[in-house]
């Protein structure tokens, strides 16, 4: 099992920057992809992005292309979520997710096993 502890977020002017982070412990990082979702009040949980566990590969939601990037640094067990052009839209709790197998490149939605508490980012107008 992997442990998942965000930090970065907080209250930024729509058109503003925030980076996320997501550190991991527990188990080999490096062999996992992993994702970032989001969760507005009174909406379902929504898929942001994720990035295979090489760091070769995202994938984006196409509310956040172009304008978010994930990235990833294995030997300091962390992940990364750049937003830029940020909008009030974007208010939500971030969370991010770790693939439950090794190796795969873009998981689906339903094969990330393990979740972090969430940080909030507020995105005023």
């Known amino acids: 099992q992997v442990q998942l502890v965000e930090s970065g977020g907080g209250l930024v002017q729509a058109g503003g920057s925030l980076r996320l982070s997501c550190a991991a412990s527990g188990r080999t990082f490096s062999t996992y992809a992993m994702g970032w979702f989001r969760q507005a009040p009174g909406k379902e949980r929504e898929f942001v992005g994720c990035i295979s566990w090489s760091g070769g590969s995202t994938y984006y939601a196409d509310s956040v292309l172009g304008r978010f990037t994930i990235s990833r640094d294995n030997a300091k067990n962390t992940v990364y979520l750049q937003m830029n052009s940020l909008k009030p839209d974007d208010t939500a709790v971030y969370y991010c997710?770790?693939?439950?197998?090794?190796?795969?490149?873009?998981?689906?939605?339903?094969?990330?096993?393990?979740w972090g508490q969430g940080t909030q980012v507020t995105v005023s107008s």
């Open positions: 997710a770790a693939d439950s197998r090794p190796f795969r490149t873009v998981p689906n939605r339903g094969d990330f096993g393990s």
